[in-house]
């Protein structure tokens, strides 16, 4: 699912840009850290350690972004998987991205 969908997103022109300007070289230690975030999400096999807002907090990103953001997750979701944990998997995703962008445009206003 995490290869899936940031293969979506690397190659997307609203997000492509943004994360690859982020990330940099550094997707491999990107993804490992996604895998065990969603393990530990949808598998309970609490194996991610870390704030998943902290790295978010100061992206140039808007609404337009968690939105497209959310779609392309969605998307993969539904092309490759069915049943409860997918149904779980697009929910989280989708009060994640909620709560992010609440949270960015608090910080971007009052910083």
């Keep these: ?4 969908f940031y293969g979506k997103v690397r ?4 997000l492509s840009d943004i994360f690859e300007g982020t990330i940099k070289d550094n997707w491999t230690i990107h993804l490992e850290k996604m895998y065990c975030f969603w ?3 949808l598998l309970a096999q609490h194996i991610y350690r870390g704030s998943p807002f902290a790295p978010h907090a100061t992206l140039p990103v808007q609404k337009k972004h968690f939105e497209r953001w959310k779609q392309l997750f969605i998307e993969t979701v539904d092309e490759n998987f069915m049943g409860g944990r997918a149904e779980e998997a697009k929910f989280r995703t989708k009060k994640m991205a909620e709560m992010f962008q609440l949270k960015i445009e608090y910080f971007q206003k009052n910083t």
């Design 39 to 41: 393990q530990t999400i």
């Design 11 to 14: 190659k997307d022109d609203l």
């Design 1 to 4: 699912m995490v290869d899936l």
